[in-house]
């Protein structure tokens, strides 16, 4: 800090004029026209501020100068290195016809303010600092970003937040200030000031709190994301233990017993299969919503995890279980379960088929088989459980055994409404 | 399961190929045919198999439905399109039927799961290389939800041979009793046909599903996948 008056003049600088680069705050034309003149820096800025305000002849001054004059310690300045730059100047031309549009508009609009700026200097503005943006070198171009965060919004970092906060504070008030004025002396009869007006107010609140609202919802959106990878993770963490590592751990504790390690192990891949190709958790299958094929394959599943003997299921078509057909799962579990018992086959077969008007299953080993007529008291509980229960419901129920040969029960029942769907089984 | 005693010709034994990606599965399926019959071959992934396929010529090939380099339906386009002669019987673990099914419509005579013993595989085996077609109940259960799935999905092109497009009550019959786990002697009996009508309804029904163009096959592939 120097310590004397600002408005007097100090030594003068000896040399051509050149743009500051350590005491800059945009280009650094203000501190070096203070170095060249001897005048001091904030003098200088207040008059490029008041000559902007005044006319924008300032700002236009301010940017030809920041292209035309060379940095500290360089030779070349900005404008030679933009003349070979044909996009900037392409988008500098595009953008200056964008603004003569603009006016065009304004002034037959007649709407006031716009009409006050000095179109010449505007333009010149706008257009060369695109050419400065694209061609300044690196240093300067991060200072223009370091300019140009506060007002665009949301720069990485958060060192300078209160400055930016000050910045993009004073930019929104004036923006305010001259919405407010736009309103309340517009002539009401009069559309196009008070829309003026409405839009400076609501450009000079996006610019104080767009900002915060976007960086609220960008951390809501990634807190979202993050929670929700995390709860599959543990889903699956959580599903992969209750099946596949309990069974790895139950085979580990049976290896003596081969029987007891194929069933577990059958039971766990037709378990993991549902799960990866329906896409239903094990033992997810509620009561509500189950369909026939699930439950069949409920019925294949926990007849084989409980006997250790294989049941082949297969469905055709599908449909939701209504009481009816959660009667004849009933009685087809039933069914299977016996075969299973008393057949001493090593297979059963479940077969269930939906058609439009009824829904068949059948269940059959090639098992010891039995005399329907003589048989034995043991398995009567089957035939009055599975005869009754389809009977009460409009189905039937029908036993064909060839001793020696095996056993097949055939379940029907009767569908009371709906359409025929594509399986899942 | 479903397979009575093979027709293979008595004391020929079939050459056999075997395309799995897993190692130890294909030691226990060629420990489980043993004797009965000759094992060619081994690859463990499409390009492979389809080298060494088209240099060994094997009566049959017991192809993996899933294999890391593709479907194991690339092997039996590349390997039908040069060698008509090899026939192949897809084995998996896989219940996702389109898959079945894709593999079954670019040429395979059959499907059975891996869960098959020994001695039906060497039956399944013999009965492919004799040029018969293999059903195992699942097979049968897909293709009668496919086929069956169709009139309702309706509307769309009309096909071309409506004939190859549905099938016909005996062979949905046929086909029931497979998946219901009767052997063709039973379904033979059952329905009061010989063992050889029975063997030419399956045929006929892979024929259809090999040769129909329906695009609703394709559709119901689909919309299973989505589902």
Known sequence: MRRRSRWRRGPRGSGPLRRARDDRLAGGVAAGLANRTGFDVTVVRFAFVLAALVSGVGVAFYVLAWLLVPAAGQRANIASKAVTDRRGIALAAGLSSVLIVVLLIASVLRVGWLGTLAWPPVLISVAGMVLIWRNAPADEQATMR??????????????????????????????????????????????????????????????????WWLRIGRDLVAERQARIRAEERAEMAARVHDS??????????????????????????????????????????????????AGVRLIEQEVEAQHGVAVEAITVGDCEVDENLSALLAAAREATVNAVKWSGAQVVSLFAEVEPTEVSVFVRDRGRGFDPDAVPGDRKGLAESVHARMARRGGSATIRSVRGEGTEVTLTMPRAAGERQPSRA | MSTPAGSAPGGVRPRVFIVDDHGLFRAGVRSELGDEVDVVGEADDVEPAITRIAECQPDVVLLDVHLPGGGGQAVVTAIRASHPGVRFLALSASDAPE???????????????????????????????AGDSVFSPRLAGFVLDAFAALPAAGGGRPSFDPELDQLTPREREVLRLIARGYTYREIARELYISVKTVESHVSSVLRKLQLSTRHQLTRWATERRLT
């Open chain 2, 99 to 129: 898959d079945v099914i894709a593999v079954i419509r670019s040429g395979a005579r059959g499907y059975v799961t891996k869960t098959i013993s020994g001695a039906d595989l060497v039956d399944a085996v013999r009965r492919v290389a």
């Open chain 1, 244 to 293: 596949v590592l309990q069974t790895l751990a139950l085979i580990q504790r049976r290896s003596a017993d081969p029987q007891q390690v194929v069933r577990l192990a059958r039971a766990q891949e037709r378990e993991l299969r549902s799960w990866l190709f329906d896409g239903r958790a094990p033992g997810s299958l509620g009561a509500s919503g189950l369909t026939l094929a």
């Open chain 1, 146 to 211: 370091r300019l140009a965060e506060p007002l665009l919004g949301l720069p990485a970092g958060g060192s300078r937040s209160a400055s930016r906060i000050v910045l993009r504070g004073c930019v929104a008030i004036l923006l305010l200030c001259s919405g407010l004025i736009t309103l309340l002396t517009g002539h009401p009869s009069h559309l196009v000031r008070p829309l003026g007006g409405v839009a400076l107010v609501i450009a000079a609140i996006l610019l104080m709190l767009g900002p």
